[in-house]
Each structure stands twice: as structure tokens, then as C-alpha cells.
């Protein structure tokens, strides 16, 4: 992994279907208070710039197309982080009759952050770890990256002066 993607995450946040608890407090992450820039966390609005995905709420019939939509935009390696206990199982939303449960049901999480909402400390670590598992599958994606043939160059020929050569 390049060291500017490590030290300068790129964060895009999807709210499924939340109460905006979790939201409130992923906002206030990236206040001054808890300065998520000093770990070099970028908030982007685009998922085509970003290396990861922060997920709230839980997945209903009508937003896992956009979940899964926001994901597949995303360049590879990406990582995902369900914040709160919605996008891990459902959470309160679980037995709402259009309700299919949390994100794993449509993409793949790789941090789950326990809480409901989760502290800002918490999604902030969540976060870090995300960059390091980024970091794994970076490496990962690098080392099975096919070598390319290298391409063998010949000398050009000298000519020779038979004259000079007499
Ligand atoms: S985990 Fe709790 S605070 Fe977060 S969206 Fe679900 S119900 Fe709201």
C-alpha cells in the first residue's frame, strides 16, 4: 500500500436506513473535538475516490440496490465498516417486515463497530483498523499482480569495414 493511502484514508459514508444516531456521531468524528484528520481521514462524497465504506442503518428491500451500487463504484482494495449494531444485524429495525438485516446481507463488512450509537472513540478505532486491513489487501493484490516478460534487448550489430579490416 502506497504511504498515501495509509496515512490519508479516503471515507465515504452510506446511511441505509438509520435513526441518525449513528450518523450524528460519525459526524462528530470529523468535528475538531475528535479530529479525525489527524489520522489523515478524508471525508469524500464520491465513492469513486474512496477506500472506505462507513455504513449506518439497516438494509431494506429498497436501499440494498443503492448499498450495493455505492460499493461496486468503489475502486479495489476497499474496505467496509458497518458503525453501530443496525448495519450489523439490523438492530432495532430487525423485524420490520421490509427490513433483510445488516449489510453483510449485500456486501461484505469487514469492521463491525458494537454500539447503538457506537462513541466517536470507537468509530474512530473502527477506522484504523479498516486502514490497516486496506493495507493487507493492498499487499495482497500486489503480490499476485502477474510479473511482465521482460523484454530481452540485443546489441545492435556493428558493421564492419572489410577494407579497414585488410
Ligand atoms: S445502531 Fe442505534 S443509533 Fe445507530 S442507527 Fe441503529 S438504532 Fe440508531
Request: overall charge neutral; glycine content about 8%; proline content about 10%.
Amino acid at each position: 500500500m502506497t504511504k498515501a493511502i495509509a496515512r490519508s484514508p479516503w471515507v465515504v459514508h452510506f446511511n441505509c436506513n438509520s435513526c441518525n444516531g449513528c450518523d450524528i456521531e460519525f459526524v462528530a468524528c470529523l468535528t475538531p473535538i475528535y479530529d479525525a484528520e489527524r489520522f489523515g481521514v478524508v471525508h469524500v462524497g464520491n465513492p469513486k475516490h474512496a477506500d472506505v465504506l462507513v455504513v449506518t442503518g439497516s438494509v431494506n428491500h429498497r436501499n440494498r440496490h443503492v448499498l450495493k451500487n455505492v460499493y461496486d463504484q468503489m475502486p479495489s482494495p476497499k474496505v467496509v465498516v458497518a458503525m453501530g449494531v443496525c448495519p450489523a444485524t439490523g438492530g432495532i429495525f430487525a423485524d420490520c417486515y421490509n427490513v433483510l438485516g445488516g449489510a453483510g446481507k449485500v456486501i461484505p463488512v469487514d469492521v463491525f463497530v458494537p454500539g447503538c450509537p457506537p462513541r466517536p472513540e470507537a468509530m474512530l478505532d473502527g477506522i484504523l483498523e479498516a486502514v490497516q486491513i486496506l493495507s493487507r489487501k493492498r499487499a495482497d493484490s500486489v503480490s499476485e499482480t502477474p510479473d511482465l516478460p521482460v523484454k530481452s534487448v540485443r546489441p545492435a550489430p556493428v558493421p564492419v569495414n572489410k577494407e579497414e579490416k585488410c
